[in-house]
């Protein structure tokens, strides 16, 4: 169904499906009014354009049964294995409201719901507000209207909308003192304890990556893009890079947290430029009008293709060496074959999802160029049927 995939992490990256598949009926309006009401603790409005007999929320660890309040009088919520439910023992409701504490946990594959940012702002995760209704026996995708609100003199940066799903997921909400930049056509936020090396390896990989995904693919970046870097835990050993790019909605978020955040050492460079090539080639696989990501069973296709994607534009545009490509494909050729080339772990989602593109005998540019061509005249999401019909025909 349309639970959503975990995240892209090679190096640790997010991928998501949206909500509202083609699959899920269409859905109900709900307007969600975020607010920020003291440093750690917002509120959370919920008004559904018909009455409805459940909110479901996709599960997320212990966030929900350890930070939400339900506020609305005779509601509860109840946390089953894949939706946290609110509900009024069966009664229909329009509104909702909860009162929901900042959450540091997170689960190892999924999206963190509060990032800290080093100048006391925080970026919210809109996706963990977001879910299903249902009325009676039947089931609704929400259509998300957000409204935002900070606190006095808080700056608040909205992410840009879902426009492959319109009221569908959405990336992260800051809130806090900073200001974006603008850096080409994207607007980036920078968390001030961001490194000038790692600042420049994301702007620079970026554009560089964006300029030759632009050619190679010969398509426009079609979404508004928002760039948000937070840094954190900087005393945990060694260096993490996570990113994160939303389907549709225009956003690339990187976490930066351990020790070695400072040292900028070429290994580090190399790293975190692959991380950013990588997101960048998220993008490029959802700079179409319909289609694009499917089910967990296509995880590997995303990924997997994200890394042939990532190596070809490092290698293009000079930013890794042949020699450091060649041993990062033996690197994961090795921990594929661990795996036995199955694509139904985390690692071989990643690992596998490499070697079974780089087994195809087409090159990575023509075949990704038809398959965005195909998604968008059919509609059909990437798939291993769409890749084979491909192949075959070159
Ligand atoms: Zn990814």
């Given at each position: ?5 975990g ?127 249902d ?23 909205a ?13 992260y ?25 790692l ?60 020790k ?111 398959m ?23």
């Amino acid at each position: 169904m349309q639970r959503f995939l975990g995240l892209c992490a090679a190096f640790l990256m997010l991928c998501f499906a949206p909500l509202g598949h083609a699959d899920a009926q269409p859905g109900l309006a709900v307007a969600v009014n975020v607010r920020h009401v003291a440093k750690d603790l917002w509120r959370v409005d919920y008004r559904f354009a018909q009455p409805v007999t459940a909110l479901k929320l996709y599960s997320i660890g212990e966030f929900r049964k350890r930070e939400w309040k339900v506020l609305t009088p005779g509601m509860g919520m109840a946390s089953g294995p894949d939706f946290d439910v609110m509900a009024s023992k069966g009664k229909p409701f329009k509104a909702a409201s909860v009162q929901i504490r900042t959450f540091d946990g997170w689960s190892p594959k999924e999206y963190v719901s509060f990032a800290r940012f080093g100048d006391g702002g925080t970026a919210v995760y809109l996706g963990h507000l977001q879910g299903e209704v249902d009325q009676g026996k039947k089931t609704l995708s929400m259509r998300t209207d957000f409204t935002l609100s900070g606190l006095a003199q808080e700056n608040v940066i909205a992410p840009p909308p879902n426009r492959l799903a319109p009221g569908g997921r959405r990336g992260y909400a800051y809130f806090g003192p900073a200001q974006a930049v603008l850096a080409g056509a994207a607007k980036v936020l920078f968390d001030p304890g961001t490194p000038q090396w790692l600042r420049e390896t994301i702007l620079d990989v970026g554009a560089k990556t964006s300029g030759y995904y632009e050619k190679a693919y010969q398509r426009q970046l079609k979404d508004e893009l928002l760039i948000m870097v937070s840094v954190g835990n900087l005393e945990s050993p060694g260096f993490s890079m996570k990113g994160g790019a939303i389907q549709g909605a225009g956003q690339v978020s990187y976490r930066l947290e351990g020790k070695q955040v400072q040292l900028d050492h070429p290994k580090l460079r190399e790293y975190a430029s692959k991380t950013v090539a990588h997101e960048m080639a998220h993008i490029w696989q959802l700079a179409i009008s319909r289609g694009g990501i499917g089910d967990e069973q296509a995880q590997w296709i995303h990924e997997g293709g994200a890394e042939a994607m990532a190596l070809d534009a490092l290698l293009q545009t000079g930013a890794w060496s042949e020699e450091t490509a060649l041993a990062y494909r033996a690197k994961q050729a090795a921990t594929c074959e661990k795996l036995g080339g199955a694509v139904d772990t985390f690692d071989g989602i990643y690992a596998c999802g490499l070697v079974r593109f780089d087994k195809l005998g087409v090159g990575i540019v023509p075949l990704w160029r038809s398959m965005m061509e195909a998604t968008e005249t059919t509609g059909a999401a990437y798939s291993r049927q769409m890749i084979d019909t491909i192949v075959s025909a070159k």
